[in-house]
């Protein structure tokens, strides 16, 4: 039937990040099961029909206790040096001589 219809054949599309896609191709593909193919599916380029072969989580990395360390560290020095600059701004004068 495909033949007939002069379709193009399968199309691999290899590996996507399912938060690249779009909201209606991804809600459609987020139900698809393991090896199971979609309904057929109206898309500007024709009807395509989705199988998802697998699925593996993206690696997560927890920041070390050292690393959650610099970045608070990094974060109360910077509200200091803002204090600091604001408190200068308010205690500065600016005086302005024309001759």
């Not at 057929?40 to 024709?46: F, Q």
Request: net charge positive.
């Amino acid at each position: 039937m495909a033949k007939q219809a002069k379709a193009s054949g399968k199309v691999l599309l290899g590996k996507m990040e399912i938060g690249k896609l779009g909201e209606p191709l991804r809600k459609i593909i987020s139900e698809i099961e393991l090896g199971k193919a979609s309904k057929p599916i109206r898309t500007p380029s024709g009807i395509s029909i989705f199988m998802v072969c697998s699925k593996t989580l993206p690696k997560t990395e927890l920041p070390t206790p050292q690393q959650i360390r610099a970045r608070l560290k990094r974060k109360r020095l910077s509200v200091l040096i803002r204090r600091y600059m604001r408190d200068l701004r308010r205690a500065s004068v600016v005086d302005i001589r024309i001759n």
